[in-house]
């Protein structure tokens, strides 16, 4: 078989040098566009977020007195950092910070997935299943945070009842150290779980059913196809909610801040209610800037590591 | 009212992709001019450039003899019939019809009037209240035509607006089509990669490949003589033989694998070209319909083939078969799975039904010399005289 | 599913059903505990064994929230902040959207990721240069206070949500607009607009989401009562020493009530701005 282009003399559709065309006016149009509808949003953004989060960076770096009439700077020092990274507290918050979204983000993602997967099958009243798992996501955290304070109330709490009937004596739940931590992840998990099962079952439900057929007639078992089929091809949905989890669970304020208020002790203090109470309790706004800013730094860090593990889906989207 | 003239026209993409090289071409007032080609040869964005959704790289594009390089789609009066018809889907049918007239501040006693009489001409009246959703694949198409010449645009632009519609109404609208636009009279230009669409739509077809025009003609003249070996296997269908073939003595014969084929002298006339080639290899091309059974008694050159398949019609049997002939492929003229599936000397044959023949059999072929084509196997150019 | 014939209600007793069950209960009894002790007398709240069927039903709670605790005046707070923020959100989100999603702009894509590590970002990071600001500007103890930040940490996502909406809707719409004669605003607005109205939905209620139960920002830049959101007044109920679990339930009811709604109406949008590639708790 012999291939023949016609016309040799004529050149093909390859890459070629751009000769001098005109330049392409219509792109330029829609673009200037762009930027002009864009514009608002944008500067807007940066206003309120990157001056301030270089004005942090700064402020971690001097020496930051309150007075009555504000606050003044002074010098570039070290001194905030080199204070924080030798502070046991600090050290401590990170420990906890770091537990705790390892092992929220695990237990969200197990339960909520397994949740997903028993609704997938639900046949009759799946609508209203959805609506209320989207319930504890919508829930002003504080008004959680509420309701689980009174759940665990050592005095008059329904927990302590419960284990008083079955004879385990009275838990101060929130008052000792090792509960407080568990009780609050118990709170963040019953808020949370909920949405990683819708965006699981979304996943699920939008996954190509031939593949199940395809997989049946392999003669693949139940639990070979979710771990070989199901799971594969929501890596990417999994992967992006666990990303969104990760970096949101490390900001952890609000649960602490009205359950525990950072106690009993430190053991619940997370590096945001630590940078909190350094800024707005000990006026010490150089020293919550160099919390603030390690903790921007870790979290910065994880986008940016999620980000290059993730590529692929995000790039995807641009094209 | 309108002429469209493309002279020496360019687009060059800023990452460098030659899409439109040098193209020049002239549309009559009210003529239907089709651009066929293959997926990638700059039919679409040598459209798009007249309707000013793209930028010409150098070159002059007039409508109705005013340069319109630099003037914006709206200002050139054209109208566009888009692939996946672009109806704004929350629009009612009239809604959709009446936009661009609404946009021209027309009264709205007119607007509806003028609706209603482009409604009637493609048969919508009773679902201008609909939305797109609740139609048809054939009701999107006529309101996406009826968008269009609503506003008695000066030219009519399409991009393969059929493509999108099943087989059966795809010949249906066709026809339909062509009605409207003789009706309205409008210089238009039609984009489809569809060699038969082109053929039955078009007064004249312009054949591209790689951003290059190959040939402009009518149908009739781009089959029976194809400029060059692109447009041959290109046009028709199924499409047309090409084997390589060995010059005899003066042009006045050709070798075909085994098979030597004596040309008739008014061949060799038509084609004296040939003369230069003897001893040379060229490509032949027969066309299906060209290779008919041959008769008992016949005198004329004879093609012999091993025939693997016959496919029957009714109307006609297509025969494929097998010669010891090398066989051509014109690159790009066919989606690669086509070309990977051709076996090295298959040819097909359209006979008479009821032609005695089955897979396995040995048939001959009788020539219809006067539709053989030579081609020269470097640049593709046809060789006639 | 194997379908093995059952009879009555037995067929109705499977691993599923069952499995759905246990969810329901798993989320349904804090909310079920949160509603019922809601309706308890302030007495009958601090009893033990805990009351697990309030009596008598009281509505004095409800009461007591609004004239003891000043709720109505937190729950206007909120709703002044989050549809002010929501409202800026969507008209901000909705153009850039558009342009980062449609309009061939060089370096959209570093912009994006910006913008998604932005919605990322630890709030704490930025709050005390935003206080430093706003004491600057004379602006704490204000709505700005709240709807300027609220807005500004919400527009990145709302930007990604459209941006994904606008991807979707093929590009000869807009072609067809300017062959039409369409003005690029009149073409957002008649041609593009109509179509990302569920973009819009899913943006808005996330949106609200975020800017009614928003708690660090609200804490920290509004400490007279008359500026407070629900969520800091919520928290602030009481004294150190006394909890009012009775009030806070009540107007905890309240302040998840409109949300409810809201979500349980547009939940289909929630659950595909949930999926549409961005995803945000």
């Known amino acids: ?319 | 009212m309108a002429t469209v003239s493309m002279d020496q026209v360019n687009k060059v993409y800023p990452n460098g992709f030659h899409a439109v090289h040098d193209l020049s071409l002239e549309v009559a007032d009210g003529e239907f001019m089709v651009l066929v080609g293959p997926s990638g040869c700059g039919k679409t964005t040598a459209l798009r450039m007249v309707a000013g959704l793209e930028d010409i790289s150098s070159g002059i594009m007039r409508i109705g003899g005013r340069e319109v390089n630099d003037l914006s789609p709206k200002e050139r009066d054209i109208a566009m019939v888009f692939q996946n018809y672009a109806l704004y889907p929350h629009m009612t049918v009239a809604e959709n019809i009446g936009f661009a007239l609404k946009l021209r501040k027309l009264p709205k006693d007119k607007l509806d009037a003028k609706v209603k009489e482009t409604a009637e001409i493609l048969g919508l009246t009773e679902w201008l209240n609909r939305k797109p959703g609740q139609l048809s694949g054939g009701q999107r198409q006529r309101v996406a035509m009826g968008r269009a010449i609503v506003r008695e645009p000066s030219v009519f632009l399409m991009d393969e607006p059929l493509s999108n519609l099943d087989a059966k109404l795809r010949v249906q609208m066709r026809a339909e089509v062509s009605r409207i636009q003789r009706r309205i009279g409008v210089a238009t230009v039609y984009v489809t990669h569809d060699q038969i669409e082109a053929m039955t739509m078009g007064d004249r077809v312009a054949v591209m490949r790689a951003g290059v025009l190959q040939q402009c003609d009518n149908p009739q003249v781009l089959y029976d003589r194809p400029d060059n070996i692109f447009v041959a296997a290109f046009i028709g269908s199924p499409a047309m033989n090409l084997y390589e073939g060995t010059v005899g003595d003066g042009g006045r014969s050709v070798r075909l694998g085994s098979q030597q084929i004596d040309l008739p002298g008014a061949v060799t006339v038509a084609h004296s070209g040939l003369a230069s080639y003897a001893g040379k290899t060229v490509v032949v091309g027969l066309r299906p319909e060209h290779l008919p059974a041959a008769q008992a008694g016949l005198t004329g050159p004879v093609l012999t083939g091993d025939v693997d398949l016959v496919e029957a019609l009714g109307s006609e049997l297509v025969i494929h078969f097998t010669i010891d002939a090398k066989r051509v492929v014109a690159e790009g003229a066919h989606a690669a799975d086509a070309e990977a599936a051709t076996i090295s000397g298959e040819g097909v044959a359209r006979v008479d039904p009821r032609t005695p023949a089955k897979a396995g059999d040995r048939l001959n072929f009788a020539i219809d010399t006067d539709g053989i084509q030579f081609f020269d196997p470097d640049s593709g150019a046809a060789i006639w005289t | ?281």
């Not at chain 1, 003399?9 to 040098?17: L, R």
Request: aromatic share 12%.
């Open chain 3, 1 to 281: 599913m194997r379908n093995r014939k059952r009879t009555g209600w037995h067929r109705f007793i499977n691993g599923v059903n069952i499995s759905t069950f246990l969810v329901a209960l798993f989320i349904g009894l804090p909310l079920y505990w949160l509603i019922a002790s809601s309706f308890k007398t302030p007495v009958n709240i601090g009893v033990d064994p805990p009351q697990y069927f309030p009596d008598p039903l009281s509505l004095s709670n409800y009461k007591s929230a609004f004239v003891d605790y000043d709720f109505g005046i937190y729950f206007r707070n909120s709703l002044i902040v989050t549809l002010i923020a929501t409202a800026l959100v969507l008209f901000l989100g909705t153009l850039a959207g558009y342009a980062l999603g449609r309009l061939p702009m060089r370096g959209k894509f570093p912009m994006l990721v910006a913008l998604l590590m932005i919605s990322v970002f630890p709030e704490i990071a930025l709050i005390a240069p935003l206080y430093i600001l706003l004491e600057h500007l004379h602006w704490l103890d204000s709505f700005q206070a709240l709807i300027i930040p609220d807005t500004a940490f919400n527009v990145p996502f709302a930007i990604w949500i459209l941006r994904n909406y606008m991807l979707g809707i093929p590009k000869e719409m807009e072609e067809t607009g300017r062959i039409d004669g369409a003005s690029p605003l009149r073409t957002v607005w008649s041609i593009i607009l109509p179509q990302a109205l569920p973009g819009i939905f899913t943006a808005g209620i996330f949106c609200f989401t975020a800017c009614w139960t928003e708690f660090l920002m609200a804490l920290t830049f509004n400490s007279s009562n008359n500026f407070r959101t629900i969520p800091v007044g919520v928290s602030l109920f009481g004294t150190i020493d006394i909890t009012p679990f009775a009030q806070i339930f009540a107007a905890a009811v309240i302040a998840t009530v409109p949300i409810g709604i809201l979500v349980f109406i547009f939940r289909k949008f929630v659950i595909s701005g949930l999926t549409s590639g961005a995803v945000k708790g």
């Open chain 1, 1 to 319: 078989m012999t291939t023949i282009s016609s016309a040799a003399e004529q050149p093909t559709a390859a890459v070629v040098a751009p000769p001098a065309g005109r330049p392409d006016v219509n792109r330029k149009k829609l673009a200037r566009l762009g930027w002009l509808f864009s514009a608002p949003a944008l500067i807007f953004v940066a206003a309120v977020t990157i001056f301030p989060i270089l004005y942090s960076i700064v402020m971690s770096l001097r020496n930051v007195q309150v007075s009555g009439g504000g606050i003044k700077m002074t010098g570039i020092t070290g001194a905030n950092y080199s204070a924080v990274i030798h502070s046991s507290v600090w050290r401590y918050a990170l420990g906890f910070t770091i537990l705790y979204t390892v092992v929220t983000v695990l237990v969200e993602l197990v339960l909520g997935t397994v949740i997903a997967l028993v609704l997938e099958r639900l046949t009759a009243g799946r609508g209203w299943m959805m609506a209320l798992l989207l319930i504890p996501w919508s829930m002003i955290t504080v008004i959680n945070a509420e309701v689980w304070a009174y759940i665990y109330q050592p005095t008059y709490g329904v927990l302590q009842a419960i284990f008083q009937a079955v004879g385990l004596g009275h838990p101060d739940v929130l008052g000792t150290p090792t509960p407080a931590i568990i009780g609050m992840m118990v709170a963040d998990i019953w808020k949370t779980t909920p949405f990683v099962a819708i965006i699981v079952l979304a996943g699920l439900v939008m996954l190509p059913g031939d593949v199940y057929e395809a997989a049946e007639i392999d003669g693949a078992s139940g639990w070979y196809t979710f771990w070989h089929v199901t799971l594969p091809l929501l890596r990417p949905t999994l992967a992006l909610a666990v990303m969104f989890r990760v970096l949101q669970a490390f900001g952890l304020f609000d649960l602490p801040f009205v359950l525990t208020n950072g106690g009993p002790g430190t053991s619940t203090t997370s590096l945001a209610v630590l940078g909190y109470q350094a800024m707005f309790k000990n006026l010490d706004f150089g020293g919550g800037a160099a919390v603030a800013s390690t903790t921007a730094l870790l979290v910065l860090i994880g986008c940016l590591i999620s980000l290059r593990t993730f590529r692929v889906q995000v790039g995807k989207e641009n094209t």
